[in-house]
């Protein structure tokens, strides 16, 4: 008789179940290894492409923003307002009760996100005379006017949501406040948004 190794053939001539085992765990792993391959390039491309990612942040030189004026700058493809706001300004969106918002919550990415609307939220910390807000209105994504509306804030023109000025919605459909994007100011007169 001749001897038959145990590895090739199980008990009546049956393969090996081990075997056949790590044959299947090798070529599931490699059919795994060739559709992650396939996958890669459809993947790849739902990231940001370079010209977004140069935008992740920005840098603001706020020496030539004047007192009431407010600029535009682009960052992550999305307007961001930045008020110099005036004394006066600043004093009637302080005095606004929290009971009169439409949305208590400060929207702030600089603050924790149960923070009370206040103004002293919305605005810089120890800089209050600056308001960054993200220029989307919260409602169907449109670009508010700036220094418009009935409470001296943005108005958005499409459907009539009414902000204060600190960027709270105080009428109309919009349900949330501008939103405050992540910013800390490097100097007096420079800013970092992102």
């Known amino acids: 008789m001749e001897a038959t190794s145990t590895h090739d053939v199980h008990e009546h001539g049956a393969p090996d179940p081990d075997r056949r085992d790590f044959l299947f765990l090798a070529t599931g792993a490699a059919a795994a290894v060739g559709a992650g391959f396939l996958a890669w390039p459809f993947i790849a491309q739902m990231n940001p492409d370079a010209s977004e990612l140069a935008l992740s942040s920005t840098e603001i030189d706020l020496s030539q923003v004047a007192e009431g004026q407010v600029i535009t700058v682009k960052w992550r493809g999305k ?30 990415e600089n603050l924790e996100p149960d923070a009370p609307a206040t103004d002293a939220n919305r605005a810089a910390e120890g800089k209050e005379n600056w308001l960054i807000v993200v220029g989307v209105c919260t409602h169907l994504g449109c670009v508010p006017l700036a220094n418009s509306g009935d409470f001296g804030g943005w108005l958005c023109p499409c459907h009539g949501s009414h902000y204060d000025a600190a960027g709270r919605i105080r009428r109309g459909p919009a ?16 800013v970092k948004i992102g």
């Open 175 to 190: 349900p949330q406040n501008l939103d405050i994007p992540p910013y800390a100011f490097e100097s007096d007169t420079k």
């Open 79 to 108: 307007p961001v307002f930045v008020w110099n706001r005036t004394k006066d300004q600043i004093e009637k969106a302080k005095q606004v009760p929290l009971g009169d918002l439409v949305d208590p919550m400060a929207r702030n």
